[in-house]
C-alpha cells in the first residue's frame, strides 16, 4: 500500500513539474479531455505521460531482473549493470542503430529489443563460465565489472565514429536517458515486460524454494535446470528492454531489492517480486524528475542520479555483508 501512494505521487509530482510548470488543475483537466492551451497540452501528453510511463515499467523492470539476479547467484550485489549485462545490451544495440542507420533504415522497437536481448544474453554467457570456473562470488562480480567496462568501451569507440547526425541521440542513450519516449514505445515494452512480471509472479513457490538451497529445492519437486534457466531469461530479458529504450541504469537493478526486503521486513517471493517492481518504478520515476528538474532546462543523465543516490545503499550492504550482519 504505502508503496502504491509513494508512486502514485511520484506520478503527480513528474506531471506536474519540468522546465514548465503545469498547475494541478491543468494536468487533471487535460488528462480527462478538457481544452487548454496547446503548449500544455503537447507537454503533458505528448512528454510527460509517455515518460512517467517508461519510468514505471523500466524501472519496475529493472528492479525485477535485479532481484531475479540476486537469486540465480545467491549474492546480495548483483544486478545488471554490475554483471555487464547492461553493458553488453547497449553494444549490441549501438551497433544495431549505426548499421540499420548507416544504410537509412530506422530500426524499429522490437529490432532493438532483440538486438538488447541478444548483447545481454552475450555478456550473461560470459559471466556464467566464470562462474563456473570459479567459486568466489567476489571474482564473479569483479569479472562482470570488467566485463561491463570492455563493452562500455566499444560501445564510446562505435559512437566515436559514428555519423554526426547520430552522435548526439547515440551519446544521450549510452549515458541512460528517458527522454523522447511516445505511445508506440510505452506499448512495446509493456508487450515484453508485462509477461516476464506474471511468469516471474507464477514462480514464486519455485524460487522461495530455491532460495532455502538447491537439495531443499529438488525434493520439493523443482527442476532446478528449467528454473535456472528461466531466471536467466527472464533477467536478461528485462534488462535488455530496459536497455533498448533507456539506455543502461546504473544500481537501481541491484539497491532496490534491498530497500524493499528492508521495508517489508520478508524475504517471501510472493512479497519481493511485486514490492521490488512497483519500489523500481517509484525510485526510477524520483531519479527522473531529478535528472530533468535540478537543472532544468539542462537534463542530466538518470545513471548519474540513480548512481548518487543508491551507491550508498549498495555500499551499506556490503558492509553489513562483510560484517556478517546481511
Not at 494541478?24 to 487548454?36: C, K
Not at 509517455?50 to 514505471?56: L, N, W
Not at 567496462?149 to 554526426?164: K, N, R
Request: hydrophobic share 55%; proline share 4%.
Amino acid at each position: 500500500m504505502l508503496l502504491t501512494v509513494l508512486l502514485a505521487g511520484a506520478v503527480c509530482i513528474n506531471l506536474i513539474s519540468g522546465s514548465v510548470y503545469v498547475a494541478p488543475g491543468d494536468v487533471f483537466g487535460i488528462i480527462t479531455g478538457g481544452a487548454f492551451d496547446t503548449t500544455k497540452t503537447n507537454i503533458i501528453l505528448g512528454i510527460r505521460l509517455p515518460r512517467i510511463g517508461a519510468a514505471v515499467i523500466l524501472g519496475g523492470a529493472l528492479a525485477l531482473s535485479g532481484y531475479l539476479l540476486q537469486t540465480f547467484f545467491d549474492n546480495p550485489i548483483v544486478g545488471p549493470f554490475v554483471l555487464g549485462i547492461s553493458s553488453g545490451a547497449k553494444l549490441i544495440v549501438a551497433l544495431t542503430l549505426i548499421l540499420f542507420t548507416a544504410k537509412g533504415i530506422a530500426p524499429n522497437s522490437m529490432i532493438l529489443v532483440g538486438a538488447a536481448f541478444a548483447g545481454a544474453m552475450m555478456a550473461m554467457g560470459f559471466v556464467l563460465v566464470i562462474s563456473l570456473k570459479v567459486r568466489s562470488m567476489g571474482i564473479l562480480v569483479v569479472c562482470g565489472i570488467m566485463t561491463g567496462y570492455i563493452c562500455s568501451a566499444v560501445t564510446d569507440l562505435v559512437v566515436t565514429f559514428a555519423d554526426d547526425s547520430n552522435i548526439v541521440n547515440l551519446h544521450n542513450w549510452s549515458l541512460g536517458s528517458l527522454s523522447g519516449m511516445n505511445a508506440h514505445d510505452i506499448h512495446i515494452m509493456t508487450y515484453v515486460i508485462i509477461p516476464c512480471v506474471i511468469i516471474t509472479v507464477l514462480m514464486s513457490k519455485p524460487i522461495g524454494a530455491y532460495r532455502l538451497g538447491e537439495a531443499y529445492a529438488m525434493n520439493a519437486g523443482v527442476n532446478i535446470r528449467v528454473l535456472r534457466g528461466m531466471l536467466i531469461l527472464i533477467s536478461s530479458l528485462l534488462a535488455a528492454c530496459v536497455t533498448a529504450f533507456a539506455g543502461p541504469i546504473s544500481f537501481v537493478g541491484v539497491a532496490v531489492p534491498h530497500l524493499v526486503k528492508n521495508l517489508v521486513r520478508t524475504t517471501s517471493p510472493a512479497v519481493m517480486i511485486p514490492g521490488c517492481f512497483l519500489m523500481g518504478a517509484v525510485v526510477t520515476l524520483f531519479c527522473d524528475g531529478l535528472s530533468r528538474t535540478v537543472f532544468a532546462p539542462t537534463e542530466v543523465s538518470i545513471s548519474s542520479v540513480t548512481a548518487i543516490l543508491l551507491v550508498p545503499v549498495v555500499i551499506t550492504v556490503m558492509i553489513k555483508r562483510r560484517s556478517g550482519k546481511a
